[in-house]
């Protein structure tokens, strides 16, 4: 018989006419509702075998699928969360049912959530990605409907000078300031630092490193050590067996606690987030002087692009050309000559002469 019930619930058990046998639950203790969905997947599997037609699939089994394709993402546990929210909107629902329309009212009910733009395109960007992938690799859509992204605000770049940052470190509780003053002094990222362990330490070399799993490029970024980075690390030997930042015993996971933003109110710090501290470690690195190569490969960035945001800290290099305009000035001297203001060179006589005829 191909319909039996098991644990409540009545399962199918049938051959499809390609010779494959297929057993799988109907989800339902219903057996109207159960022998419909087995004669409704007999038929679809008979005209998928003898009129090729493409088998239908629901936005759950995108999303089983691309999270199974996706677990080496760094992101993945973000992406997770935004997944679940689409689950209110798309759970159950046929690819085909995605249209453009609907898209449309999944941007409006984030929106309505009081969210900010960068927040709604963060959740479109997956519905987005998971759309291309059935189109694009799995076959399951002829095409995909537009995912249009909302504007987002171009923001400058948030860091401290070396004031503010003082002042900050000098208001956070002891184990969150050796925390902050390392990423300020490696520009490591929050989860790097939160993670570090004696096993990714040299002290005897000054150096540690991030293997490829825990960086966000998924590639392993070596980290020089300065004498900053040293003194902290040396301070934290003993207080834990494996993890180099611990408090009251445990490795730290959390680090945007009540205390962070407590201590940035005292500080007269706002709109800082501990990101930024990475910001400011950048950027205090091009107005130093850094290239912005030996920053890319510093921060462990995978292309140049994500570095030339700090480019601007720093106009050095530019200084020349602008000196240039200097040769371009004409002044007259108190004889009637016109010299030349960048070398005090005369000028030719019909120079001269041009010269004061314009006077």
Same mark, same amino acid.
Request: glycine letters at 6%; aromatic letters at 8%; charged letters at 25%.
């Given at each position: 018989?191909?319909?039996? &019930?098991? !644990?409540?619930?009545?399962?199918?058990?049938?051959?499809?006419?390609t010779g494959e046998r297929v057993r799988r639950s109907t989800g339902t203790a219903n057996k109207a509702l159960a022998q419909e969905y087995h004669d409704q997947l007999k038929a679809q599997m008979w005209r998928l075998a003898k009129l090729g037609e493409r088998p239908r699939h629901t936005w759950n089994d995108a999303v089983v699928r691309?999270?199974?394709?996706?677990?080496?993402?760094?992101?993945?546990?973000?992406?997770?969360?935004?997944?679940?929210?689409?689950?209110?909107?798309? =759970?159950?629902? =046929?690819? =085909?049912?995605?249209? $453009?329309?609907?898209?449309? $009212?999944?941007?409006?009910? &984030?929106?309505?959530? !009081?969210?900010?733009?960068?927040?709604?395109?963060?959740?479109?960007?997956?519905?987005?990605?998971?759309?291309?992938?059935?189109?694009?690799?799995?076959?399951?859509?002829? &095409?995909?409907?537009?995912?249009?992204?909302?504007?987002?605000?171009?923001?400058?770049?948030?860091?401290?000078?070396?004031?503010?940052?003082?002042?900050?470190?000098?208001?956070?509780?002891?184990?969150?300031?050796?925390?902050?003053?390392?990423?300020?002094?490696?520009?490591?990222?929050?989860?790097?630092?939160?993670?570090?362990?004696?096993?990714?330490?040299?002290?005897?070399?000054?150096?540690?490193?991030?293997?490829?799993?825990?960086?966000?490029?998924?590639?392993?970024?070596?980290?020089?050590?300065?004498?900053?980075?040293?003194?902290?690390? $040396?301070?934290?030997?003993?207080?834990?067996?494996?993890?180099?930042?611990?408090?009251?015993?445990?490795?730290?996971?959390?680090?945007?606690?009540?205390?962070?933003?407590?201590?940035?109110?005292?500080?007269?710090?706002?709109?800082?987030?501990?990101? =930024?501290?990475?910001?400011?470690?950048?950027?205090?690195?091009?107005?130093?002087?850094?290239?912005?190569?030996?920053?890319?490969?510093?921060?462990?960035?995978?292309?140049?692009?994500?570095?030339?945001?700090?480019?601007?800290?720093?106009?050095?290099?530019?200084?020349?050309?602008?000196?240039?305009?200097?040769?371009?000035?004409?002044?007259?001297?108190?004889?009637?000559?016109?010299?030349?203001?960048?070398?005090?060179?005369?000028?030719?006589?019909?120079?001269?002469?041009?010269?004061?005829?314009?006077?």
């Open positions: 018989m191909s319909l039996r &019930k098991r !644990g409540g619930l009545y399962w199918i058990d049938v051959v499809a006419p691309w999270l199974k394709e996706s677990t080496h993402k760094a992101t993945i546990e973000s992406d997770k969360a935004h997944l679940r929210w689409l689950d209110k909107y798309l =759970d159950g629902k =046929d690819l =085909d049912f995605i249209s $453009r329309a609907v898209v449309d $009212r999944i941007t409006d009910a &984030k929106l309505r959530e !009081g969210v900010s733009n960068a927040t709604v395109n963060r959740t479109l960007e997956i519905l987005r990605a998971i759309l291309r992938r059935c189109v694009n690799e799995w076959e399951w859509l002829d &095409k995909a409907p537009r995912v249009r992204m909302l504007r987002e605000p171009t923001r400058r770049i948030r860091f401290l000078n070396r004031d503010e940052a003082q002042r900050l470190l000098a208001e956070l509780p002891e184990h969150l300031a050796d925390m902050a003053a390392f990423s300020l002094a490696t520009g490591l990222r929050r989860a790097n630092v939160t993670g570090l362990q004696w096993s990714q330490v040299d002290l005897v070399r000054r150096q540690a490193w991030i293997h490829p799993d825990q960086a966000k490029a998924r590639k392993a970024i070596a980290v020089p050590l300065n004498a900053e980075a040293v003194t902290l690390i $040396r301070k934290q030997v003993g207080r834990h067996p494996t993890h180099v930042f611990s408090f009251r015993g445990r490795p730290i996971r959390q680090v945007s606690t009540k205390a962070w933003y407590q201590a940035q109110q005292r500080a007269g710090i706002e709109d800082f987030r501990w990101h =930024d501290l990475r910001h400011t470690w950048a950027s205090w690195h091009v107005q130093g002087g850094t290239p912005l190569y030996a920053l890319q490969e510093l921060g462990g960035w995978e292309s140049p692009e994500m570095v030339r945001r700090y480019a601007h800290l720093s106009v050095e290099h530019l200084a020349p050309y602008a000196d240039r305009l200097c040769a371009l000035r004409v002044v007259g001297n108190e004889a009637g000559e016109v010299i030349e203001a960048a070398n005090g060179t005369n000028l030719s006589q019909g120079q001269k002469r041009q010269g004061a005829s314009s006077r």
